[in-house]
C-alpha cells in the first residue's frame, strides 16, 4: 500500500518512531509526523483510554486528599 502524507500528499514517508500499539511516519517534504490512519484508534478506543486517565487522576486526588501516593 502506498502511503501518502496527510499534510501534503508526499509518498512514501520514512518510518521514524514504532511504539507497542503503532508505527509513526515522518513526511519528507514538509516533516509532519504521523500515525497511518488504519492504525488511529477507534472512538471506542479513545474512549476507553480517556476514561482510563480520568479513573488515574481520580485516585490521584483521592490519595492527595489523604497524604499518600496510591499510583505514581
Ligand atoms: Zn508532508
Do not use: N
Not at 499534510?7 to 509532519?32: G, K, S
Not at 484508534?41 to 499518600?68: M, N, P, S
Request: some cysteine; overall charge positive; charged content about 25%.
Amino acid at each position: 500500500m502506498m502511503r501518502r502524507c496527510p499534510l501534503c500528499h508526499a509518498q512514501e514517508p520514512a518510518l521514524y518512531h514504532q511504539d507497542r500499539r503503532r508505527d509513526y511516519y515522518q513526511c519528507a517534504t514538509c516533516a509532519l509526523v504521523f500515525v497511518p490512519s488504519e492504525q488511529h484508534l477507534t472512538a471506542a478506543a479513545e474512549k476507553a483510554e480517556y476514561d482510563q486517565h480520568q479513573t488515574r487522576r481520580r485516585i490521584r486526588d483521592i490519595g492527595a486528599f489523604w497524604g499518600v501516593y496510591l499510583i505514581r
